[in-house]
């Protein structure tokens, strides 16, 4: 992974570490389930924001590396690893 993303990275997961703090201070100070369930929510599309970061970066890298190098099996391999990560991640 590049440093920029890495950094960036670092950065929103922070963020998103504050905000679930935050939810369970909320839900501590039994705030309005409304209001949690859309803080929830919030960090939720925090994380996906990472995780879609991190895989532009894989495509961006890794997977334009295997498809370069002329590697047949290193290239499945790839295909095959992105398409089941992006399977699991719509679970």
């Known amino acids: ?14 963020r998103i570490e504050g ?3 935050g939810l ?12 949690v ?8 599309a925090a994380l996906r924001r990472v995780e879609e970061e991190i895989l532009r970066d894989h ?5 334009e590396h295997a498809i ?7 290239q499945r391999r790839k295909i095959a690893e992105l398409m089941d990560v992006v399977s699991r991640a719509d679970r």
């Open 24 to 35: 369970a201070d909320m839900i501590e100070a039994d705030r309005y389930c409304i209001d």
């Open 68 to 74: 370069s190098s002329g590697d047949k099996a290193d």
């Open 37 to 44: 369930v859309t803080q929830i929510a919030a960090a939720r």
């Open 59 to 63: 495509v961006a890298h890794c997977v």
């Open 1 to 14: 992974m590049r440093d920029e993303i890495k950094t960036s990275c670092r950065k929103r997961l922070k």
């Open 19 to 21: 905000q679930v703090r």
